[in-house]
């Protein structure tokens, strides 16, 4: 399941630091499509490559500073997820997404 | 068990495993552990898990509180987190392990923090095949539970993964004991 995020969103933005062995260590560990769509999404995927590029050595600072924004200083508090499977969708409130399912869903 | 083991854990835990980027835990509740292993691991990116809704809105508390950035999902034994499958490098479970009646096993209620079932293995088993499944190639996964359990057998008892028992302790009545399993490295190339 890939879950894509509903417009809708109360979005909570806060900065921490940046450490770009970090994001360059989770860049492998990112699908990079669903990544880029949820920063759209949240209006802050501007500037992110429709693709990473092929090498290991990501150290482009600039980029590597909007993945950092969108992927850690941009939350999602009150939204929802949605299955594009299935369509049925999951709330997010207070920030934690909720994914469990009904005993019928099971 | 958490507090208790800590002490023992965090010896254990900083020698053997080095600057972990995904981390994973089932059954946050209060939230402590997580928060405990951010403080560790400043780098890497936590995410707890917990079914009952309450103990999520509390772990996100403790973390705050803590001033520990920290993510929060509530699922059922991390279902719906497939995406994470083969990318945990640190995963920890503290799991209701308390024997009781297999009807006390609950599903969000209070008791799911304790009520363990027939042996108290009815929630570990269920969770320790999605272990297996969770873990990077090199990823570690620490287990909990008490004596009546039957530690060694949850050593053997999931292909892919090899257990041993690492820590020890007596608290109160219980005989706590902790397990770290990783992955079996003999295995195809089944990711």
Known sequence: ?106 | AVVSTQSTGEEHVTSHVTSPLICLEIGSGSGAVTTFIKSLYPGAFCLAVDINPVASRATRETARLNAQDIDVVCSDLGSGLEMLYGKVDLLVFNPPYVVTESTEVSNGGIEASWAGGIDGREVIDRFLPRARKFLAPSGVFYLVGVQENRPEEICTSVPGLIGCIVATRKAGREKLWVIKFTRNKQESNSS
């Not at chain 1, 150290?59 to 299935?86: F, N, Q, R, S, Y």
Request: hydrophobic share 40%.
């Open chain 1, 1 to 106: 399941k890939i879950k894509i995020l509903m417009m809708e969103a109360v979005v909570s933005t806060q900065s921490t630091g940046f450490n770009p062995d970090f994001i360059s260590r989770m860049l492998s560990r990112l699908d990079w499509t669903v990544f880029v769509q949820s920063a759209n999404l949240l209006g802050v995927g501007e500037g992110l490559p429709d693709m990473l590029p092929e090498d290991q050595d990501f150290d482009d600072e600039d980029v590597l500073k909007k993945i950092h924004h969108a992927l850690l200083e941009v939350e999602v508090i009150e939204g929802e997820l949605e299955c594009p499977e299935t369509g049925r969708k999951f709330p997010i409130s207070k920030g934690i997404p909720d994914l469990r399912l009904n005993e019928d869903e099971k």
